[in-house]
């Protein structure tokens, strides 16, 4: 049996909060008094020579405020900053937070019946100040972490030991990505010859799990396990207990969680009734004067949506009435009229499609519909295709936002797919923000 000398210090240093932790931890605090003691000093003045009795209510509000967001903020972990740092995982971290928060503040104020002192225009506007700032304050955080681990600083040295782990693409991941906080130190086949030393943490193959986990501990580094999932083509992976069973579940999908699919319909239904009423409602009268007597002015056709069912897509007519509608529109195409041109160019053609969102056949982000020839035709061709039918399809997609749009080929359409697989297992209401605009102002390097 291995024998270890445990070096408790060593151990005690790897469990404390890193200084960029505790840094946005300290740095959201401060933002949060600030926010509380600003807007009360613009709307009551001096409380404490003014109004003694409002005054210690106010204190007691405040020790309250504070006392609840630091134990959400420990409990929640939402000062944590996980390998990759992205922004969106940051910020939701900090939705939660301030959600939570808030409605712990009102329930405290209403079961003591104090909420009598409190002026609703201050909680909200406090409240939303440190919404706003801690927002701006997590993103600027993240690029100045991000931008110092390019510069190769504060990177956390990483030694790779087994020979089953994906090691290969590893390495090229963490060398193309500084920006992840790691840095490739050394690969190995031996735990032993490794020096503790000189790294930080130890990444290992599946094989080598057990006898790592006791040599990291008693070195007091982080351990991790890779294991080599390509072969499976998943982007990401997720842990589900199944009572003290784990079981390892491949394109875990975010919107499959019940409050999180209510977030993004209550967002396409209020996209989609602003957009009726902002430019479907007129424009359809002033293109009926032009399409109606000429085939008409919508144009139908079946697509594949959730779960590949069948529905109708509406757009405005682009073609001559007796097109043939089967086959994908190409540059130049004689069918397309010259309206139909530029509606294609514009994508105004597509504003129909809002009433497909409206009636829960589409999503404002998502997929793109394929015709039915396209559908059948590369669901055989390209694994995977049928990922894209997890979640709705859109009016427009994180692969259009990028540029993927036009005519459709076997290589074409990987890059399309890549960005839906994407969109399906990272889906986040930022991500949908992003998409919008960039979608709207053409700024494809954005995503």
């Not at 109606?292 to 897509?313: E, M, N, S, V």
């Not at 309206?339 to 129909?352: A, I, K, N, V, Y």
């Amino acid at each position: 049996m291995l024998k270890f000398r445990v070096n408790f210090k060593a151990i005690m240093d790897r469990s404390r909060t890193s200084p960029s932790e505790a840094g946005l931890l300290l740095g959201d605090g401060l933002l949060l008094a600030l926010s509380f003691l600003g807007f009360a000093r613009v709307l009551f003045g001096n409380l404490r020579t003014e109004n003694p009795l409002y005054y210690d209510q106010y204190v007691t509000l405040f020790s309250m405020v504070m006392l609840l967001w630091l134990a959400l903020s420990m409990g929640m972990g939402s000062h944590r900053l996980p390998a990759g740092i992205e922004v969106r995982t940051v910020l939701s971290r900090f939705y939660r937070l301030i959600l939570l928060h808030a409605a712990l503040i009102a329930v405290w104020g209403v079961s003591l019946k104090t909420s009598t002192f409190y002026s609703r225009a201050f909680l909200v506007l406090f409240l939303s100040a440190y919404l706003v700032f801690g927002t701006m304050f997590r993103m600027l955080w993240v690029y100045a972490l991000r931008r110092r681990y390019r510069l190769g600083k504060g990177l956390r040295r990483v030694a790779a030991v087994g020979s089953l782990g994906p090691w290969e693409r590893v390495r090229a991941e963490l060398e193309r990505h500084p920006e992840y906080g790691y840095r490739w130190h050394v690969q190995g086949h031996d735990l032993d010859a490794l020096n503790p030393a000189d790294i930080d943490e130890v990444w290992v193959s599946p094989d080598l799990a057990v006898a790592a986990l006791e040599w990291a501990d008693a070195h007091g580094l982080k351990l991790r396990i890779v294991p080599d999932l390509g072969l499976l083509a998943a982007q990401r992976t997720r842990i589900l207990p199944l009572g003290d069973i784990p079981i390892l579940e491949l394109r875990p999908e975010p919107l499959s969680q019940g409050i999180r699919a209510w977030l993004k319909r209550s967002m396409d239904i209020l996209g989609a009734i602003l957009g009726i009423l902002a430019l479907l409602s007129w424009m359809t009268l002033l293109l009926g004067l032009f399409l109606a007597p000429k085939g008409g002015l919508f144009y139908r056709q079946i697509r594949f949506g959730w779960r590949g069912k069948p529905f109708q897509i509406w757009k405005f007519r682009t073609m001559v009435p007796q097109a043939d509608g089967t086959r994908q529109a190409t540059t130049g195409d004689d069918r397309i009229t010259p309206l139909g041109r530029w509606l294609r160019l514009t994508h105004l053609d597509e504003l129909p499609q809002l009433w497909n969102v409206l009636r829960g056949d589409m999503s404002l982000v998502g997929p793109r519909p394929h015709m039915t020839s396209d559908h059948e035709a590369y669901g055989q061709a390209i694994r995977a295709y049928g990922i894209r039918h997890w979640v709705k399809p859109g009016m427009t997609g994180l692969a259009q936002a990028r540029g993927f749009v036009g005519e459709k080929d076997t290589n074409s359409m990987q890059a399309r797919l890549q960005a839906d697989l994407y969109y399906v297992e990272n889906w986040s209401f930022l991500l949908d923000l992003k998409i919008i605009v960039a979608t709207l102002l053409g700024m494809k390097r954005w995503l």
